[in-house]
């Protein structure tokens, strides 16, 4: 079967081509596609979070959650049976995301329904979605949260999945067969072998209830000590997310004191780096302090 960018590029179609979920590479090639002699494609990508690498010879834009009163209005126009107040809760919980509010929405059978639950019940109607109790299945939603991302596809040894199923003490395989089962309630979303709890409106509160139910020592070890690089900086970006977790402030604080990991700022790797980085909001005056350590280290 021709490639249909082939295609479009041998026959000189003159039109835009959009691809979602779109990675670096396939980015790079396309663009490359776009960019030759006499080619009419323009093109369009979108990537969920390209981060500070942003494309070469490409217009890059962010497009933020939509405002309350869009919601609002899309609450109105696709679920008339919500109230005022119904449309108000779910705004503000949703934060932006229109799919977080979609799926809360249709859990309604009456109007003011929903006004009248906290955010613990809203967010258990989310994330069950009609469906019964699945304390198995919530684990190890938890543990997946973890990670900003993992590999979904490499079920080996010490694969990123392997670790993830050990912390939420099931087979690979019933944890495999678990993120399915999120997936096709849109509380996980995949680009490639990648798999990633999203939205964070429901990934962030899975995350803080999971550093509350392991010891710290094991779950350092198990996500920074004895794993890749790749795990312990995307685990560093799911902390960096849970600043109001008392845990986890625990945590950076221990790791940015005169004696933690990450304590001599001069002397950290590149992957120690990133993960200061991405930790260094959750606890503002420790990642003060280790700068200032730093500083006075390179002057002696």
């Known amino acids: 079967m021709m490639n249909p960018i082939f295609s479009i590029t041998v026959e000189d179609s003159d039109c835009v081509v959009v691809v979602d979920n779109c990675g670096q590479d396939i980015h790079k090639k396309l663009t490359e596609i776009a960019k030759s002699s006499g080619s009419k494609l323009r093109l369009i990508t979108v990537e969920y979070d390209i981060r500070d690498d942003w494309p070469e010879e490409t217009e890059c834009y962010l497009l933020e959650g939509s405002s309350d009163e869009i919601i609002k209005e899309l609450l109105k126009r696709y679920y008339p049976v919500l109230s005022d107040s119904d449309r108000n809760k779910i705004a503000e919980f949703s934060d932006g995301n229109a799919r977080v509010s979609f799926a809360l929405a249709s859990t309604a059978k009456r109007g003011g329904e929903l006004a009248k639950i906290q955010d613990t019940e809203l967010f258990k109607r989310l994330f069950l979605q009609k469906n019964s109790e699945n304390n198995e299945l919530l684990r190890c939603a938890e543990v997946a949260s973890l990670l900003y991302s993992f590999d979904s596809e490499n079920h080996a040894s010490g694969s990123e999945i392997a670790l ?60 920074v000590d004895q794993a890749s690089d790749r795990v312990a900086r995307s685990f560093s970006r799911r902390l960096g997310y849970l600043h109001d977790s008392k845990t986890v402030k625990e945590i950076v604080q221990q790791w940015l004191s005169p004696n933690g990991r990450l304590n001599n700022l001069s002397k950290l790797t590149d992957i120690e780096f990133q993960i200061f980085t991405n930790i260094a909001p959750v606890h503002e005056q420790s990642t003060l302090d280790a700068i200032d350590l730093g500083v006075l280290r390179g002057r002696t």
């Open 164 to 223: 993830l199923a050990f912390l939420a003490q099931v087979t690979v395989l019933a944890f495999y067969q678990n993120m399915v089962e999120l997936q096709k309630r849109g509380l996980v979303q995949q680009r490639g072998q990648w798999r990633a709890v999203l939205p964070h409106a429901i990934a962030n509160p899975l995350a803080a209830d999971a550093v509350d139910f392991f010891p710290r020592d094991v779950m350092v070890r198990t996500l």
